[in-house]
């Protein structure tokens, strides 16, 4: 049965929500393995196991999505979105926009990208990373991303994590950026 949005859905509850729940994964706590076992990959695990698992905040997403009922993260986001009058996009500081060199492999259906050496230069600043489609339109945003200080971000593109399908950057460069909240954000 899928959990009930609150009445007044907003998206900043929702990320907050869901760095929660990464957070008690990786402290441990058994609860949060209620929302991971809606992903196919922990359907009917013991929370011994799911807690054993790498999780990034995608995969949050994906499973908190789902927990409400809906097929995928950016669906809740766009409901949410529509329910909620009040949130702007904090993300008016600056943005890194990186294109790949070579054309993505015709018939591909995943992805994992890995970025190092960023740094924001407000600790409270929030970081968003979006995939944008060839005409420049967003495919997908990660909301929130969690970055320890020395870690990286990981970009991993399935249809299962984000209900997106692969074709459109079959034979074409794949576009991502990178949105600070706050501040400049700096690769090196």
Known sequence: MAKSLPPRP?????????KATLKRHRNGERDACAVLRHLRRFSGKPDDEILASHVVLAEVHYALALAYGFKNWKDLRTYVAGSDTTVESPFAGTTVRFRTAEPAPQQFDAWCFFWRGH????????????VLLPDGTEHYVYDDLVVETGGRVQSAFAEELNGGDPRPFWGQPI??????????????
């Open 119 to 130: 740094r924001l230069e407000s600790f409270d600043a929030d970081l968003q990373y979006a």
């Open 10 to 18: 907003n998206l900043a509850r929702l990320r907050r929500e869901a």
């Open 175 to 188: 576009t991502v950026e990178f949105r600070a909240s706050d501040g400049r954000i700096k690769f090196s």
